[in-house]
């Protein structure tokens, strides 16, 4: 099977072409990358030596001709404009952004600050979510990839909102984030001596994972919820850590909480709950797992979750390859194990 | 005037000796630590070479006679043992510890998980936080510093509880905090490998600063106010980032807040508040001061309030030195600017 | 085929669990820890969990009866007690330790600071560094896998020795290591608020690995080698770098250089050199690889090479697996790409 | 008295503005940055909240006229456009950047890459080396403040060198940076994800440090020194650790070399020489010190020196208070201690 990438020289799509490169049932066929069209992809990745002779490429339509499907790999504003095109030749589309996350357009321009180009396709893209979302995923054309903090909100919340077990209005998400996942870029506020000892709250309850967060999990639950989102900038370089306060509807265990947690994740390979156990970044960092704790506040009848992923795997390149996995019939952990 | 440290090598009692020695008025006479008893403090840590020529010393009663306060950087649960001993002697004492910060010995008990020995003394023990207990503080013949989580989150609570903006139940507070709160150690989870390119939620909910932010915010504000509390660890050194999520009780803007803590600490010399720019670590690092900001989230009701200290300086060392320029009549300030 | 793993609760151990469970010709039979017998191996290292449900055991040599192959990943000094025992039972034996790297041990007490107690083993022993002795390692008992230091070193330095072009006396070797290479300790030199943030040179000039790369690179070129090393700790978890000043004894261009390293390891799997570009240490961390590059100072007549690995996989635990794949006739590079 | 900055909001124009806020004898003016000009300083450095209510602007030589001294703190190659024009208004003239540190304009071009517009300044220029060129330093009207890397491999060369202990010929310094060293920079190369957990070695060889090293040293000890100069950029946002190592050429003891600095250094007062302990950044961060230690390698006839500075103090801002502190006739520490 024949697969391209388009963005591959963002950190998404570099970590896209390692884990595709040990995919046993893929040949990746082109990378493009429009700002460093002609250079060797080891130029820029030095740890691609001796790994592949692949060379970015401009991107242009006529390009992906032979690709069975087109992994997007570009900043939110920039996919709407091509994969309307590659969709209508026929081919199938990861998104790895957020162009076609939200279903309303509206919602989408209030939080991406700009118009969406391309709404008639936002009906029909399956957020590729695979632990909630697989059937959907098995057939999709077009797969929104999930946002890396959302992925980390979302698996936590949804078997508990669902079972009615917490309040589903003003749920209060904290989450801290590794700075790859504000993208291979030049920004100050991104340079080592700026980040390096120190903590940056940041779009503090405008973030636009925020919708969806909530749209993902009250479509998945029945149950129209809403949350605070605070993110954070951290000086690590991957990894998200995200801790939630939910108020219990109902008196709660932690055998409560594992029971339904065991419930819906028994069978998923890449979620991990363990309720004594609290979480830590480095024991999924380079995987695709999301390992998920919880501590019961009894005194304030509140549960604090902890959920732990990788930002640039289980957050973006490795659900993107356990999408096409699930797509393509592949074993879903192939390539990612 | 003339002044001792008792628990003089740990980080606390470092930071502490900084700020003395280029304290205008005071002397330090005596600086202890039976671990490294005999030791050069140089020889322990090298920033001091050439700044003085201290040797630390086996702590007896006996040597304190002629220190006009006492200084105890003391593990929580080996401060009670002296304290005592130390105001009988007439000395002035400011505990860096936990042992005197709660007035409920059955409180202390349940969260530091070991006995009060020194009971009597609790009802006698002034709060540390000067800007809410600066009158008591001037006479006190104990205070009790405040810990380094607590005064990040007592500061920017204490004026909207007050004002009775925001509900009193239930209130989130995140915290992160670098690694030498955790004190001059030898745990393996606090080595470099462990910490780095992670985080760990620890102590969710059973924290001992629980306890002491509740009580402590409920007395200023006259209001009981309760708290899920989620501490977390990060690889930084120094610093602590607190966000903290409450429910308003009524629609506020962002200048209503502003004026709010306009009016309580507009004359605090280390209090900063800024509702437009979000606070950072490195802006306060190796300060005395506590910077704070806020944003509103109208959808869920809902108030974020960052605030972020230096833990060795606001959160202990700086905070201690701002209680003993109250004690003695010095410039708030001294020291510490 | 069957593995054991003695002292595998160590960071090396760890790293060596990881690889052996991805590769695809071995069984991990044991994994010995004495302090930590009891535990399962994931809750030590939460990486682990859903991955193997080991558990640590204590030691004993009936223990090893059906493994195939021993490696022994314990601190230096204490291999030494317990191999002997494991070869009379006719296993073989990877030490990923210090303990018979060197054939003289005199040698090694001087460096080591306690006298050798199997000195009779260190004749036979075969240091295993596939780039330089693959047929002597092919039929080996014992290997004794190098330095993280040594191997960093030494493979950048053998071809230039081998060839005459550097003066073989007075090589000055400064290299950089991650912290996890001082193992999974609890001292408080290790400790994050110790190590960040700052560097620290040790045991300058008097280093273990200084007379293991003197011999090594002697008995490769045939020329009696001396190196001034200095090594340093700095805050990073993984990796090292060195960098290597040498003499030049006759004029030599980039190109000369190429062309001898391109002789030797051009058909090396996991030496990638390049003359154009400067290794560094993120393109080889979590992986077997050592990237070498160089650069000429023609006003000196002074080469400086530079070398990365990471020090628990290419400097310990993936060399291991290299070795352990060339003595059991699987492909070199099993269980490492 | 009155100065003024140009350049002020690069990372040592904040730092020299910080140390000048404290300094007691100066009143800061004016801070020039036309990139940020009309931004309040704490705008874009948040710790002078409170500190001072400075606006930048834009910098025009009738700004400067009330200003006793000029610190220019431009990138090298913006410096010696404007400093001409300051020096013919009769104002003094602290130079932070490369432009007039070296005499030889062609060797200038060489390492800058660019050519000089005011060569004729050169020979009035006095390098601001407090420790070896005081009393020049007194009367110049034109101060060229030395590199960082340059501070730190020359205070310990220059003793050996001029004491004809070591060869000095070859010597091999390797040094490494804080990133904060490279400035306050857009580059993708100096963002976080790039630079944590790695190490870049670069420039090696033709680091423009090289020959400002060599001609101090040789003019101050009167013999003609080369040196093979390796920078290195690690993941901490300040300081220098230097390690140096050159051929000692009659043999020496740890005493003799301590005695050598003691002749030299022992009324410097930001020069801290410890033969046993060895330097730590940790020590000198936020300090004016230079920390040197050393060892003998006897077997190779070597010495290792190693020296550590914060590389915005005593590498930049530090350093250039020292030399207005001579220049204008202030304690030589005022400010910096």
């Known amino acids: 099977m024949t697969v391209s990438i388009v963005g591959a020289s963002g ?13 046993r049932g893929v040949n990746v066929k082109k990378v493009f990358a429009n700002n460093n069209a002609g250079k060797r992809v080891d130029e820029i990745y030095g740890v691609f030596r001796s790994q592949t002779n692949l060379v970015y490429e401009k991107y242009s339509p006529d390009q992906i001709s032979d690709s069975d499907v087109v992994f997007v790999a570009l900043p939110s504003g920039d996919a709407m404009h091509i994969v309307p095109e590659i969709l209508k030749a026929n081919k199938r589309v990861i998104d790895l952004g957020g162009d076609f996350r939200l279903k309303d357009a509206s919602t989408y321009q209030k939080f ?23 059937e959907k995923i098995r057939n999709a054309q077009l797969v929104a990839n999930p ?35 504000a993208g291979r870029s ?25 919708p969806e967060i909530e749209s993902v999990i009250s479509d998945a639950s029945g149950r129209d919820v809403t949350v605070t989102f605070v993110p954070h900038l951290i000086p690590i370089t991957r990894g998200i850590n995200t801790s939630i306060c939910a108020r219990l509807k109902r008196t709660a265990t932690q055998e409560d909480i594992a029971a339904i947690y065991q419930k819906y994740y028994s069978k998923a390979p890449f979620v991990r709950v363990d309720g004594t ?5 480095k024991n999924v960092n380079y995987t695709n797992f999301c390992d998920i704790g919880f501590r019961i ?33 592949f074993n879903e952990t192939e390539g990612l194990l």
Not at 118 to 133: C, D, F, I, R, T
Not at 148 to 170: D, F, Q, R
Not at 300 to 326: E, F, P, R, Y
């Open 147 to 181: 946002g890396c903090y959302s992925t980390s909100a979302i698996l936590p919340l949804v078997p508990l909102v669902k079972e009615n077990v917490i309040e589903e209005k003003g749920i209060v998400i904290n989450s801290l984030s590794g700075v790859s996942g």
């Open 112 to 134: 991406y600050k700009h118009e969406h180009v391309s709404k008639e396709y936002l009906a029909q893209s399956v957020y590729g979510l695979p632990e909630w979302n697989c």
């Open 297 to 329: 506040d009894e005194i304030n009848n509140t549960i604090v979750l902890i959920s732990v992923i990788d930002n640039l795997v289980k957050g973006a390149a490795g659900q993107a390859v356990q999408n096409m996995n699930i797509m393509f019939g």
């Open 11 to 23: 950190y998404s799509g570099a970590e896209l072409l390692k884990i595709l490169l040990r995919h």
């Open 186 to 210: 030049t920004s100050i506020d991104l340079s080592f001596s700026e980040v390096n000892e120190s903590v940056r709250a940041y779009k503090v309850g405008v973030h636009q994972h925020t």
């Open 277 to 281: 156990a609290i979480p830590e970044i």
